[in-house]
């Protein structure tokens, strides 16, 4: 079933190539930071034929739990083509924005946080790596 493919490539999401920058407009005032993990699906909701919810457990290089990270994905299976919004939270606080699933994982743009990453800009980039895991990295502005 395509929705089964489309689920491994919002697992990519999980926040997660990168997509264009958002660059600040003051950029001498701003702090570029790059923040790479492995999001690992734990649950998946199917919520009508073409809409997903999506936890994820999001851990580092050595294998620690670093955060988690929720995805709401509309995927239209005809064209194959899908995008949704994510959450990551993590020590400091939690990060928010859009994604458009691609056929290798998702690209998205950060549009803001709370905490450490309240007014954050940037972009994420999530490559499927299997089923369940995807390589993700936030290039965020703070």
């Not at 919002?10 to 999001?39: D, I, N």
């Not at 990060?95 to 994420?124: D, F, P």
Request: charged share 15%.
């Amino acid at each position: 079933m395509k929705l089964r493919t489309y689920l491994a490539a919002a697992g990519a999401v999980g926040l997660v190539g990168l997509g264009a920058f958002a660059v600040p407009a003051v950029a001498g005032t701003w702090t570029t930071h790059t923040l790479k993990f492995v999001s690992v699906t734990d649950k998946t909701l199917v919520l009508s034929k073409t809409t997903i919810a999506q936890q994820d457990t999001d851990v580092s290089k050595a294998g620690k739990i670093i955060g988690f990270d929720m995805l709401y994905l509309t995927i239209n299976v005809k064209t194959q083509k899908g995008h949704g919004t994510f959450s990551f939270c993590t020590h400091g606080g939690m990060m928010m924005g859009t994604l458009r699933l691609t056929k290798t994982g998702a690209t998205g743009t950060i549009t803001g946080g709370t905490g450490e990453y309240a007014g954050a800009t940037g972009s994420v980039v999530a490559t499927t790596i299997t089923k369940t895991k995807t390589a993700v990295t936030l290039k965020y502005w703070t």
